[in-house]
Nanobody, 116 residues
Framework: QVQLVESGGGLVQPGGSLRLSCAASGFTSSFYAMSWYRQAPGKERELVAGISSLGGTTNYADSVKGRFTISRDNAKNTVYLQMNSLKPEDTAVYYC?????????WGKGTLVTVSS
């Protein structure tokens, strides 16, 4: 059974940090590019960060460059999103995505709330 399970979300004050994790199972995640997306209330889902299958290439939304870092540990089938200097506008449900050619999987998301 294919699963992507996100964890690490929660309530944090502005300027704080969180690290999200996405644990993959049921498929060979090391063959897949992995990404984090987010969806804020009333807004469309947007790409936050992506990483290639071997981790050599990363990309980020302009809004998070310099604050967020995506990484992966293929031995643990896990992808991470380190989020620093969080802002209220980072509040959203964060989703993990795995994609290879025409095959794509999604997690159910983890809520991040940035508020004082």
């Amino acid at each position: 059974q294919v699963q992507l399970v996100e964890s690490g979300g929660g309530l944090v004050q502005p300027g704080g940090s969180l690290r999200l994790s996405c644990a993959a199972s049921g498929f060979t995640s090391s063959f897949y590019a992995m990404s984090w997306y987010r969806q804020a209330p009333g807004k469309e889902r947007e790409l936050v960060a992506g990483i290639s299958s071997l981790g050599g290439t990363t990309n980020y939304a302009d809004s998070v460059k310099g604050r967020f870092t995506i990484s992966r540990d293929n031995a643990k089938n896990t992808v991470y999103l380190q989020m620093n200097s969080l802002k209220p506008e980072d509040t959203a449900v964060y989703y993990c995505n795995a994609k290879r050619k025409q095959t794509e999987y999604w997690g159910k998301g983890t809520l991040v709330t940035v508020s004082s």
